[in-house]
């Protein structure tokens, strides 16, 4: 858990340079829970939640597809990505899957590449929010069909909220102060 006298341990110990001070203690993969969090705070509300559903383009998507779909670039040079793209060419191929149309093939295998990547950076993504639910810097509840819960299922989906340190990355717009007049005889009877 983080410390209060870690501020005194870095200099000018902004509240982003805490958060991120408190990520690097409390997550196993600190970069990839400031990405995160950085992604929930673009489409969360003033409250700091966001979810169940984004909306991308004129469609919503759930999330946590979302969220996936978002940090999926990250790992494009991977290795282990190539290998996968392969992996699964070689599969389609071997079930008869492709037509031999080079464009209709490539988009047949990004689109599978693409399934299995969501399936992996979901749980990755589980992993990482619920280290930052530990941490105090993240809440989870799950809303849909029925009613809003705890836990997952009955076509419920995930909904995030930005809490403590994390509440630095919400963009909250500044309200416009309104500059009263001051008051002149005869208005209070104006109205």
């Known amino acids: 858990m983080f410390h209060a006298s870690v501020s005194s341990r870095i200099p000018g110990g902004s509240d982003l340079s805490l958060l991120l001070d408190q990520l690097s203690h409390c997550c196993s993969r600190p970069r990839y829970a400031f990405m995160l969090l950085t992604l929930i705070a673009d489409v969360a509300r003033p409250d700091g939640s966001a979810g169940p559903e984004v909306r991308v383009g004129e469609g919503l998507i759930p999330l946590r597809d979302w969220l996936c779909d ?15 793209v392969e992996r699964v060419r070689d599969e389609l191929r071997n079930g008869q899957r492709l037509s031999g149309d080079a464009i209709a093939d490539e988009a047949l295998v990004q689109e599978e590449v693409r399934g299995r990547v969501r399936a992996s950076g979901k749980t990755n993504l589980s992993r990482a929010v619920t280290e930052l639910v530990k941490a105090g810097l993240l809440k989870r509840h799950y809303q849909g069909y029925r009613v809003d819960h705890l836990n997952r299922g009955a076509q419920r989906q995930a909904v995030y909220t930005l809490i403590g340190r994390a509440r630095v990355l919400v963009g909250v717009p500044a309200t416009p102060r309104r500059t009263a007049a001051p008051p002149r005889q005869g208005d209070l009877f104006a109205h």
């Open 70 to 84: 978002a940090l999926t670039p990250m790992g494009h040079r991977d290795p282990r990505r190539m290998a996968l």
